[in-house]
């Protein structure tokens, strides 16, 4: 290792090994070097605060962190504006070189380090996403098993939960022995699901209310425990984004571009960024459509009573939900409710 200055290191993460390049002022190698992740903090003792880039993955968060604490000045960097600067085959030191090169440029957008109590919440959120899932898959495959009896039972997981055991108990000349005890078990494992679930939410609820950004973001029409830890969870008080339609379009809610020769063509919306958050707003936008009522009662109702008439459904859903986004972010970044004066349209 060197103790001369450095421009700039990059490293790329592994789950053992760690791949560092360091550039010195001069613009050229300064080192190259694999180390173990048990020896990285000893590593950088060693080395000159400078600027640290590293891809975003698991654990690079953490990794932040503990540099950040050594007096470095860490750059969590998305990969796909790492890609560019990768030069000839792809190793793990060509990687940390594009890395290294990356982490320099002063106009690369880089992504906001999550504190412990985001990741925890974080976590919340993608435990209870994938129960749901495995929720999801198990009704799937109980009504699979069902039709293969010739068993058909009407859409909605609380109207095969209300007829499920009187079918079985009903039909016991249609339904074998072990196909009866295995739809029990999966039955069984549903119930166990359901409980998980609630648990969670019941965690994620209480996160909620003892918040204060996730109560000033609950006034949100549509925004409840589940949409506004979310957020908080993923962008905190939103400092990474200058504007709310940078998060807007930062979740994939504007139109996909593809400009060339002073023509702008847009097509359907880009989907990047974070596709669980988009869905929960997304789904906040249909509960307000279902309620034409309550329009009145919201700053942007006006707006939503002309785009009605000449939007289909899921277009309005998606402008709404991009709408609600903006607004999500200037609660955050202004810490005020929803509505309490009408400033916050103007805000957007």
């Known amino acids: ?32 070097r694999k180390i173990k992740r048990l020896a990285l903090l000893e590593v950088f003792k060693r080395l000159p605060p400078s600027i640290v880039g590293m891809e975003a993955c698991l654990s690079a968060h953490f990794v932040s962190r503990a540099l950040r ?3 470095h000045q860490p750059r969590i960097i998305p990969a796909i504006y790492v890609k560019p600067f990768v030069k000839g085959q792809k190793n793990d030191y060509n990687d940390a070189e594009a890395i290294a090169e990356a982490a320099l440029r002063p106009n690369l957008r880089v992504v906001r380090e999550k504190t412990q109590d985001q990741l ?6 993608r435990v209870r996403s994938r129960l749901v899932s495995r929720r999801t898959a198990t009704i799937n495959q109980i009504r699979a098993f069902l039709i293969e009896q010739g068993i058909a039972v009407r859409t909605g997981a609380m109207a095969l939960r209300n007829s499920l055991l009187a079918i079985l108990e009903n039909r016991q000349d249609e339904i074998s022995p072990r196909m009866r005890d295995l739809i029990v078990g999966l039955y069984e494992d549903w119930i166990h699901l359901d409980e998980r679930i609630a648990t969670l939410a019941g ?11 996730c109560q000033r973001l609950m006034s949100v029409p549509g925004i409840g425990p589940l949409i506004s830890t979310a957020v908080v969870a993923a962008i905190g008080t939103g ?40 869905t929960l707003f997304i789904q906040a936008a249909n509960v307000i459509l279902m309620r034409p009522h309550n329009w009145d009662r919201f700053s942007f109702g006006a707006w939503l009573q002309n785009a009605a008439p000449r939007l289909h459904r899921n277009k309005l859903a998606t402008a709404l939900a991009n709408k609600l986004a903006r607004i999500a972010w200037s609660i955050l970044r202004n810490e005020k409710t929803f509505d309490a004066t009408h400033y916050e349209v103007i805000a957007i």
């Open 1 to 32: 290792m060197t103790t001369t200055p450095l421009a700039s290191i990059g490293i790329d993460i592994g789950k053992e090994v760690f791949h560092v390049v360091g550039f010195g002022t001069d613009g050229k190698i300064a080192f190259r």
């Open 69 to 71: 604490q050594l007096g």
């Open 120 to 125: 925890d919440l974080q976590a919340l959120h």
């Open 203 to 213: 965690e994620i609820d209480q996160i909620g209310e003892k918040e204060a950004n």
């Open 239 to 278: 400092e990474a984004f200058e504007r709310g339609r940078d998060f807007g379009a930062w979740l994939g809610l504007v139109p996909r571009q593809y400009s060339t020769g002073g023509r702008s063509i847009l097509g359907r919306i880009s989907k990047r960024g974070s596709k669980y958050l988009r």
